[in-house]
């Protein structure tokens, strides 16, 4: 079931029940407000012994990563920061040289993935 964060079972908004599932459900969340969210696996007797934690946002709404600064020295810590980024599994965020950034050509890409081969960190 999917609740506002921080709700229990009793403040469901969504519910699909899981009899004959192979892992996988789909929920309805045309109906959600933005703002944050939690997934719930709620056994029988109520009680819940997994959440997952998801943010619904606007439609249109457009991710955004940025740095505390714009220049670092040298092993100085880079402070990174994102709205609205969906947070696939496998998301990671690079460090390029100046003018290396990721590659805009098929000559540069590998196995479907492109650019990732001019990162430093």
């Known amino acids: 079931m999917l609740v506002r964060s921080g709700g229990s079972p009793a403040d469901a908004l969504v519910s699909v029940p899981a009899v ?20 719930l696996l709620v056994r029988d007797d109520g009680s819940v012994p997994s959440r997952s934690p998801f943010w619904v946002y606007e439609p249109g709404t457009e991710p955004s990563v940025r740095t505390s600064k714009r220049v670092y020295v040298v092993g100085e810590p880079i402070r990174v920061s994102w709205k609205a980024a969906p947070g696939y599994r496998w998301d990671w965020l690079g460090v390029f040289a ?19 081969g001019h990162y430093l960190l």
């Open 20 to 39: 004959g599932s192979d892992g996988v459900l789909a929920f309805d969340t045309g109906g959600l407000r933005a703002g944050p969210h939690e997934a």
């Open 98 to 116: 100046p003018g290396r950034g990721p590659a805009r050509n098929a000559e540069d890409c590998n196995a479907g993935t492109c650019g990732n």
